[in-house]
């Protein structure tokens, strides 16, 4: 069955609520009847609820993700050179999310002392006025991660695979395809504290942000079998990440998008 094109997707939230079920009919004439000498049609209804999810871009279905990727390529600032890359650009909730850091100071006795990463989530309503909210939540390294950066001087260079959990339950919904009733959209936030001796307090400190528009997919996409579910139609792919010093910026755009995956699944 082909799942119409542009049709929102399943959402579950405070401020959305989008839900599906499939009905299927069947008429048939009754063998009763028939017997008697008198045809009959007879009907038979069943219902099912559905959950519709958008796919991520066919690449990272055949593991080829390497251009689906968020790098805000190498950054210098005054006290060291610095690049984050995360290998996705689309996530389902309850899976984690690797951000690798790589870091080379450029002067003396550089330290991190701490590193957060949240995504801050944007509902826009639309109605008779727009009605747009914020949440942040911040993400904690999974179980399974075996990394940690140093909170000591760094040497000469350090590099090292962070792997964050996306949390699952009501703290996250996922993002949606804009349309006329409303939009749900995803930053990923990452920000480093390094400091250096000096200063009256005997440590100098600064602040280094990091954004990017990242897709957050249904639960379910995380999951084996929802792989085979229909596809419908998406827009072109997004602009860059965008790199931010200092307070994060407060500017949204649409989040990511998908490309159309039928001819794969043909080609298959």
């Not at 009763?32 to 559905?50: D, I, N, P, T, Y």
């Not at 639960?219 to 792989?227: F, P, R, Y």
Request: overall charge neutral; aromatic content about 8%.
């Amino acid at each position: 069955m082909q799942v119409p094109s542009k049709l929102p997707e399943t959402v579950d939230c405070s401020d959305v609520k989008v839900n599906y079920h499939v009905t299927a009919v069947m008429e048939y004439e009754s063998n009763f009847f028939l017997r008697m000498g008198r045809s009959s049609v007879a009907k038979s209804c069943a219902k099912q609820e559905v959950c519709i999810v958008r796919l991520p871009h066919g690449n990272l279905l055949v593991g080829n993700n390497a251009c689906e990727v968020i790098d805000d390529r190498t950054h210098t600032s005054a006290w060291l050179q610095y690049q984050v890359l995360v290998d996705k650009k689309s996530i389902s909730i309850g899976s984690e999310l690797p951000i690798t850091f790589r870091m080379l100071p450029t002067r003396k006795e550089v330290s991190v002392d701490g590193v957060n990463v949240q995504i801050m989530e944007r509902r826009d309503l639309f109605g008779k006025s727009t009605h747009t909210s914020h949440a942040v939540q911040s993400l904690l390294p999974a179980a399974t991660n075996e990394t940690k950066i140093p909170k000591t001087v760094l040497p000469e260079l350090w590099e090292g695979t962070v792997r964050y959990n996306i949390p699952a339950g009501k703290s996250l919904v996922h993002s949606t395809l804009a349309n006329a009733d409303f939009d749900i959209k995803h930053t990923l936030l990452v920000s480093m504290v390094l400091s250096t001796p000096g200063g009256v307090a005997g440590r100098m400190r600064k602040l280094v942000t990091f954004q990017s528009k990242i897709d957050l997919l249904n639960e379910a996409v995380g999951k084996l079998g929802s792989l085979k579910v229909p596809t419908y139609d998406s827009p072109p792919p997004f602009d860059d990440s965008t790199f931010v010093y200092g307070e994060y910026d407060r500017k949204f755009t649409d989040p990511i998008s998908y490309c159309d995956i039928n001819n794969d699944e043909h080609n298959n």
